[in-house]
């Protein structure tokens, strides 16, 4: 795929979509980070249903820590993986507290040191919370990123490199919530709805399907 027809995939992309965004519901860059802490081998509905509740009592580190971890466990319980996610976001609460004021950082090396934070995790952080053209590969940007013919890599860490090298600069600030959308509702893992892909004519897959 050259860099013609990859212009043309996101200038459709963004006509749709001019301003996509997560479907995490989140109020600040704090609330934004335990969404995403949270959301980790879960829906975002199941992480909304949990945050909506969560956040109306503590939406702050020093107040997430006050609820303490049985307390926290409570409100995201129905979660995957709620007792690790638990641990994660009390302890990077208290890192949260004692050295960024409480504040969210905005730098890969701060938000990385962070526990339940990975580079995922801090690439949706830059870009949704700080407008930073970073692109997060979740399993449905690696999919639609191979699939379609983007940027192939074997490794989520393999595709970021790609995207990052071969989107044009004006699409790269909302590459990654387009690809991500794009790759839940219309370029599904199981079955993608080729008939109603507005790129389909520009993608390279060879198993395109017809109803």
Not at 55 to 80: C, F, M
């Amino acid at each position: 795929m050259n860099r013609q027809v990859r212009t043309r995939i996101f200038s459709r992309l963004q006509k749709a979509d001019p301003e996509p965004t997560t479907e995490l519901g989140y109020a600040t860059p704090f609330e934004l980070l335990i969404a995403v802490i949270l959301s980790a081998q879960a829906t975002d509905v199941s992480v909304n249903q949990a945050t909506k509740k969560l956040y109306k009592v503590a939406n702050t580190p020093k107040k997430i820590i006050q609820l303490r971890l049985t307390g926290l466990k409570k409100y995201i319980k129905t979660i995957g993986l709620y007792n690790t996610k638990a641990k994660n976001i009390i302890a990077t609460c208290k890192i949260l507290l004692k050295a960024h004021d409480g504040q969210v950082p905005d730098n890969r090396k701060d938000l990385e040191a962070l526990p339940g934070v990975g580079r995922k995790t801090a690439n949706v952080i830059l870009n949704t919370a700080f407008g930073q053209p970073t692109i997060a590969v979740d399993t449905h940007i690696f999919r639609v990123s191979n699939r379609t013919g983007l940027a192939t890599g074997k490794t989520p860490l393999e595709v970021e490199k790609r995207l990052l090298r071969l989107v044009p600069e004006e699409f790269r600030q909302h590459c990654h919530h387009w690809l991500i959308l794009h790759g839940r509702y219309v370029c599904k893992a199981r079955k993608p709805e080729c008939p109603d892909c507005l790129i389909a004519d520009l993608c390279e897959y060879k198993q395109k399907t017809t109803s």
